[in-house]
């Protein structure tokens, strides 16, 4: 499997996974999807105020050549603009790695009680996607009150 396809899964799992406050303590997932959704915010400026930063810093506005200008501090301004690119795409993969993550013993036994709750056939060897896609139908069909024994 591939970068991309892991990632498109990882998107997947992250915009389906539920932000139900009786999941916080139990999962890691609500708060790693919110830090991810304000890093695609914020991070953006922060690299347009990188460039030109380096811009400035190299006399850009001050009738310098641009191309002068950036090269002269070109290998920082890279390494920081690759660094704050990169960063949700760690998220992305963070998140693929969960989704494909089988289920400890009691995420077991609550992915089967939901699964009979919903009269649903429980997957063989369950993973956290097939555990958020019966949450995420726990939560349409029975309301979050069945979270609660989690």
Sequence with gaps: MNIVSK???GIQYMNDWPLEPLLNPV???????KAVIAGRKILPPFIVFILFWAVYQGGGFKGIPLLFA????FPVTLVCVIFLMLMPL???LWFYKRAVTKLND???DFYLLVCTKLE???VLNPTMMDLEKA??????TLGVDL????
């Design 7 to 9: 990632i498109k899964i």
């Design 135 to 140: 949450i995420n139908a726990c939560i349409k």
């Design 90 to 92: 760690q998220g992305y």
């Design 120 to 122: 649903k056939q429980p």
């Design 27 to 33: 999962f890691p997932e609500c708060r790693v999807k």
């Design 70 to 73: 950036i090269s002269s501090n």
């Design 147 to 150: 979270l609660k024994k989690l």
């Design 106 to 108: 009691r995420q077991k």
